[in-house]
């Protein structure tokens, strides 16, 4: 398990952001696209968008042809497919921000780690640049062009707790589910800090080195960490995320 936090720019708009007060205003009752709104304000509080060159308005239109797909997507965790385990597990959906669009402005997803925040705590990552680089998505997860795609019927997976990655992943494929990869893992830390628990952290099984190291967030030091663990290793306080499926524009 990887132990060296990796050092980022220092003026980075993640690292020099204040702390997201929409980023903590989940309301499970608002209609989808006020829940959109709700995380593009939290990208462009955190400095998320920044990290593309973008201002709040900016970040709203480049997500705008979103809005279709979101607008038809239920909410409730019986309707999307997200019943798998705990219901308290059930996240409907997350804007997820594509690391192709990070790369083209000469950033990777080590420069949004930042952004998952823990109270005023920013969040690491102990995957360097190098290694980072080396993950990719398993074949069978295929991730929507553009810039941002949306990620709906999350799961977090504590069911999965005490399992290895490597049975959970069996598990979640043999449910016609799709596992978490990192940039998704991170975007559900950004927009959802609520879901990253105690005991009740998650593996993003869709991102592989073609080695054993399975990526994962979880809590250290009260902060939110992106690092990894082998496919074999059970973890007590490590579960699994999943989910139904993405949506692009």
Same mark, same amino acid.
């Given at each position: ?92 959906? $997350?804007? /997820?921000?594509? +690391? #192709?669009? &990070? %790369? ?5 997803? @080590?420069?949004?780690? *930042? ?8 969040? $690491?990552? /102990?995957?360097? +640049? #190098?290694? &980072? %680089? ?5 074949? @069978?997860?295929?991730? *929507? ?17 005490? %399992? ?86």
């Amino acid at each position: 398990m990887a132990t060296v936090i990796t050092v980022v720019d220092p003026h980075l708009p993640t690292v020099t952001a204040d702390a997201s007060p929409a980023a903590t205003s989940f309301d499970p009752g608002a209609p989808p696209l006020a829940e959109l709104d709700r995380q593009v304000r939290a990208y462009a509080e955190l400095g998320v968008g920044g990290l593309l060159g973008l201002d709040a308005d900016g970040l709203r239109a480049a997500v705008e042809p979103l809005r279709p797909a979101v607008a038809a997507l239920p909410m409730a965790p019986e309707q999307t497919g997200a019943m798998t385990g705990d219901a308290e597990d059930h996240v409907p959906f $997350v804007l /997820v921000l594509s +690391p #192709e669009a &990070l %790369a083209a402005r000469g950033h990777d997803l @080590d420069d949004v780690a *930042p952004a998952m925040r823990r109270g005023r705590q920013r969040g $690491v990552s /102990v995957i360097d +640049p #190098e290694e &980072l %680089a080396t993950y990719r998505p398993l074949d @069978d997860v295929e991730q *929507p062009d553009g810039a941002f795609w949306v990620l709906h019927g999350i799961d977090t997976g504590s069911e999965f707790c005490g %399992a290895t990655p490597e049975s959970a992943l069996a598990t979640v494929r043999g449910r016609g589910r799709t596992p978490l990869t990192i940039a998704e893992g991170i975007a559900l830390t950004v927009v959802r800090p609520d879901m990253l628990r105690p005991n009740r952290c998650y593996s993003l099984m869709g991102s592989r080195a073609g080695n054993q190291r399975v990526p994962a967030v979880w809590i250290s030091e009260r902060r939110a960490k992106l690092g990894w663990c082998w496919d074999r290793n059970p973890h007590t306080w490590l579960g699994a995320a999943s989910a139904a499926g993405r949506l692009g524009a």
